[in-house]
């Protein structure tokens, strides 16, 4: 009987996970990237893009339900929700969920990643492409939010890691852009790493994010394959009430939006925003 297949994260020097491979379904190998999807039999449908894990089926609702409800029912009354990357189309696939937003804009520097995921990973969209409030603009982020005339209530970075790619997504012109075309009250939320392991990754956008906005910290969520601890996101707005809602409200809210999640709730929303000492200590020097 032939040796399964190993296929091993790179992410960290030192430590990291491995997953068996029951199949192979795409293997990009170039001198420019290595991209992979595979079967797994614990975790379904695995995409990896140069030694790191992206994406994976059983997994992947905590990571979107958290970057998309949280920031939605903070503010109450999103009517227009941009959508930085995201191309697996699962971000898309939370927002669209609220049906009081009455436009979704996504922002995807490459039109391939779109019609690729379409293709390997269809549970991540579900069908939200569909959606007549969305509109696909193929555009760098950073471009975009510096150039449009349009505003949005809430800014989703769905960013790989601050190196290659992503890099632009962690910068402080990416940064102003959100600011300067997210309208008053308005919340920005991106994905920040695991701060046990990534903490520079947090220090560096909590100060460059505090230059724009007067209310900046972090929430938090654990994804299993995004392993090290919790996974952080940044949060940004200028009104410090939506991070301190009271419990009654959320609970409301949510009720009123009528969404069935496996992982949000209100009592997790309220939580989320407890972080450990070791990154409060790391913040405050």
Known sequence: MAEKEMWYETLHSGFGQYFDVDKVLYRDKTAHQDLIIFENSTLGRVMALD?????TER??????????????????????VLIIGGGDGAMLREVSRHQTVEQITMVEIDAGVVSFCQQ??????AGAYDDPR????????????NQTIETFDVIISDCTDPVGPGESLFTSEFYA??????????????QNGVCFLQQD??????????????DVSFYQAAV????????TFAWASDNPTLRQLDPATVSARFARAGINCLYYNPAIHMG??????YLLNALAE
Do not use: W
């Open 120 to 125: 390997y990973l269809p549970n991540h969209s």
């Open 134 to 145: 969305f509109k696909l603009v193929i555009d760098d982020g950073v471009n975009f939010v």
């Open 272 to 277: 989320s925003f407890a972080l450990p000492q």
């Open 59 to 80: 997994d992947e609702f905590i990571y979107h339900e958290m970057l998309t409800h949280v920031p939605l029912l903070a503010h109450g009354a999103a009517k227009r």
């Open 201 to 214: 990754e947090a220090v560096n956008s909590h100060r460059k994010l505090s230059h724009y906005f007067a």
């Open 177 to 190: 852009g959100c600011c300067r075309c997210l309208t008053p009250g308005g919340i920005f939320v991106a």
């Open 51 to 55: 030694g790191v894990v992206q994406t």
């Open 224 to 231: 299993p394959t995004y392993y090290g601890g919790i996974m």
